[in-house]
């Protein structure tokens, strides 16, 4: 890919959570991904030091915030605030999963909207702008003092799908709770195909009950495309199945922008044998032993280098936001 971008001007640098991303995205922008050394003191504390000179230079930085967390978490900020303190004209933190995002209200006594601190420690780190992809909650974007854009997966998945060529007749994309319906709507849309909700409530981080489904029920139709914004526990997708395979589904598709995959969602899923295809991104690695013979991987690396180069040429990004009208 030929781009405007200048690769004496621009740096880009990844952090240790998703190196094989960083590399895809400076593959596609045709620059070279810089060098940064990683290490540890005896007593714990991260070290970290940018291989090249950023002085005046504008800067990006990819880091997913994957377990481990918060050391991913630290090392990013560590990186913001060296290309700050070294002068580099902007830094860009590139976050394709922004795990916090999950923590974005006050629902019990004494406990912290983290999103909002998060958002707060990127600015004061050094960050002068964020891009991340696919948000678990909308208002999560309006606790940014800086310039954000949450990109969007969902012309990877419709490109993909469409291939597939999907019969409306037969098929049907169901959102696995309320909060999803609006993107679910949009995918939808774009394949020509119904769309239904599932009304589901949350009863812990690994415990969910769907109760049934919201306006259109999901009976006559042979397959179903379950859309998610992420897969963690399975806790969802593996309930919702069920009801769907209770109302005569007989083929199921997941669909997920970060598959996280933790504890034994690779396992809860495999042991639903109608779930003949989990389709997720890169925005999370995911190792060899969790990707099952029916998953496909679409990588998100040319979504984040379209929205660098709109950035670096002050071009406007609205048709990859996430909330965008196609």
Do not use: W
């Not at 003191?41 to 880091?63: A, C, E, K, M």
């Not at 795990?99 to 999103?115: L, Q």
């Not at 709507?185 to 969910?208: C, H, P, Q, W, Y």
């Not at 769907?210 to 526990?233: C, K, N, P, Q, S």
């Amino acid at each position: 890919m030929t781009t405007a971008l200048d690769p004496n001007d621009v740096r880009i640098f990844s952090g240790r959570s998703h190196p094989a991303l960083a590399a895809g995205i400076a593959a596609h922008l045709s620059c070279p991904l810089d060098p940064a050394k990683f290490s540890r003191f005896s007593n714990d504390n991260l070290y970290v030091q940018l291989g090249v000179p950023v002085r005046g230079r504008t800067v990006f930085i990819v880091q997913s915030l994957i377990p481990p967390v918060s050391d991913n978490l630290m090392e990013l900020m560590m990186m913001l605030d060296i290309a700050r303190g070294a002068a580099a004209r902007e830094v860009h933190a590139v976050i394709p999963y922004f795990s916090y995002a999950r923590s974005d209200k006050k629902d019990a006594p004494r406990i912290s909207i983290t999103a909002r601190l998060v958002a707060d420690l990127l600015k004061t780190a050094g960050a002068t702008h964020v891009l991340t992809m696919t948000l678990h909650s909308p208002q999560v974007q309006g606790f940014f003092g800086i310039p954000n854009d949450p990109l969007t997966s969902r012309p990877t998945f419709v490109k993909y799908f469409r291939e597939l060529d999907y019969s409306k007749h037969d098929t049907i994309v169901v959102s696995p709770d309320l909060g999803r319906a609006k993107p679910t709507a949009r995918f939808a849309a774009e394949l020509g195909l119904n769309v239904a909700t599932a009304d589901k409530v949350r009863i812990s981080d690994s415990e969910v009950i769907i109760r049934g489904m919201v306006g259109e029920d999901v009976e006559g139709f042979h397959r179903a495309l379950i859309y998610d914004d992420e897969i963690a526990t399975g806790g969802s997708v593996v309930e919702l199945s069920k009801l769907l395979l209770s109302r005569g589904i007989h083929e199921i598709t997941v669909i997920c922008t970060h598959g996280l995959f933790t504890g034994r969602a690779i396992e809860r899923l495999a042991e639903i044998q109608q779930i003949t295809s989990i389709v997720t991104t890169d925005t999370v690695p995911i190792p060899p032993e969790k990707r099952l013979s029916c998953m496909t991987v679409l990588s998100v690396a040319p979504v984040f280098g379209e929205a660098i180069v709109r950035n670096y040429t002050r071009e406007s990004l609205s048709g990859l936001f996430a909330y965008a009208e196609d």
